[in-house]
């Protein structure tokens, strides 16, 4: 079986982004344990707006998106985001951390011989340092942004993005997510699918189903090196 490109998401996916729990905590002056639902309301309001964005045609880039996010939740509790609360919420989104499964479940892929890459809704920019601090940037052959096609995943022109970057057809990219969106976007554009599944996240049932699914990087690893020996 010929090896595809295996081509990641970015946000939840490789990155923790429990680390920002602490960041919302203190910016709604709330105790810690309420850092966490706090930062998932403000990730499903990234969300709403970045496929409002793409449905409408009204592109913004994702670092205005998630300011805006914050500004949303912050009027939905009958008060204001400072410029103080944005600013460190910015600074804090520049350090996330990599989940602790992903620097061997790169290295097993790598040594496999299976070409990486990553492709995300945030900018090229963020990407890379996103990548870089991880301490993960070295394990891609590319780190990819569909705001270069200004249309958020899962629309198909990121992932035909993705293929073309790759001097592939969408075929022989395989996307790994942590998102029913983004495997059903990957598997509608033509593309190979694997699925982790990270903490509350799960696959939709009457949705699209994957070839790999694992709750951790190495275990998905470890299924898709099985696969192509064959």
Request: hydrophobic share 45%; aromatic share 8%.
């Amino acid at each position: 079986m010929t090896k595809p490109a295996i081509v990641f998401d970015l946000n939840e996916t490789l990155l923790d982004m429990s680390a920002l729990d602490p960041t919302f905590a203190q910016i709604f002056d709330q105790p810690n344990h309420q850092g966490s639902e706090l930062r998932k309301k403000w990730f499903k309001q990234v969300l709403e707006l970045f496929l409002t964005a793409t449905i409408t045609g009204k592109y913004r880039s994702f670092d205005k998106l998630t300011d805006e996010a914050l500004q949303m939740i912050a009027a939905q509790r009958g008060t204001e985001a400072s410029e103080e609360h944005r600013a460190a919420l910015k600074a804090a989104q520049a350090k996330i951390p990599a989940h602790a499964d992903v620097q061997p479940g790169l290295a097993q892929l790598k040594d496999a011989g299976f070409t990486l890459a990553v492709l995300t809704n945030s900018t090229q920019k963020s990407a890379e340092t996103l990548l870089e601090q991880a301490g993960v940037r070295d394990y891609f052959d590319m780190a990819l942004s569909a705001d270069a096609v200004e249309r958020y995943k899962p629309a198909r022109e990121a992932y035909d993005y993705a293929a073309k970057r790759l001097n592939l057809k969408p075929a022989g990219i395989l996307l790994v997510a942590a998102h029913a969106w983004d495997v059903a976007g990957a598997m509608a554009a033509g593309c190979g699918a694997g699925f982790i599944a990270r903490p509350e996240k799960v696959l939709s049932p009457g949705g699209a189903t994957p070839r790999y699914q694992a709750g951790e990087l190495t275990g998905l690893a470890a299924q898709i090196i099985a696969d192509h020996r064959r």
